[in-house]
C-alpha cells in the first residue's frame, strides 16, 4: 500500500489529547492515532449510508396491513424457529 506524507496543524490543546492518546499506550505513534481516526470515521459514514438505505426501503414499502398480534406472532416463529 502506497503511503502518502500529510502535514496538518492543530492547536496546542489538540496536540496535547493526541499526545495523551499516544501515552496511554494505545497508539505508536501520531500516524497511527490519526488513521485509526480515519478507519472510525469511514466505518461511520459507511454505517450511515446504510441506514440510510434501510430507511429508505423501509418508506418505500409503504404501509403494512399486518396487526401488531400479527407481526408479534411471525416475530415469535421466526425466534422458536431460530431455536430462542
Known amino acids: 500500500m502506497a503511503m ?8 496546542d490543546a489538540m496536540e496535547e489529547w493526541v499526545k495523551a492518546q499516544i501515552s496511554s499506550g494505545r497508539y505508536g505513534n501520531d500516524s497511527e492515532y490519526f488513521r485509526d ?7 461511520r459514514k459507511l454505517a ?4 440510510r438505505a434501510m430507511i429508505d426501503a423501509g ?3 409503504g404501509i403494512s396491513k399486518s396487526t401488531v398480534p400479527d407481526i408479534m406472532k411471525r416475530i415469535e416463529r ?3 424457529q431460530d431455536g430462542k
Open 4 to 11: 502518502m506524507r500529510k502535514t496538518i496543524t492543530i492547536p
Open 37 to 43: 481516526l480515519i478507519r472510525r470515521d469511514q466505518d
Open 48 to 51: 450511515e449510508l446504510e441506514l
Open 59 to 61: 418508506l418505500d414499502s
Open 78 to 80: 421466526r425466534l422458536r
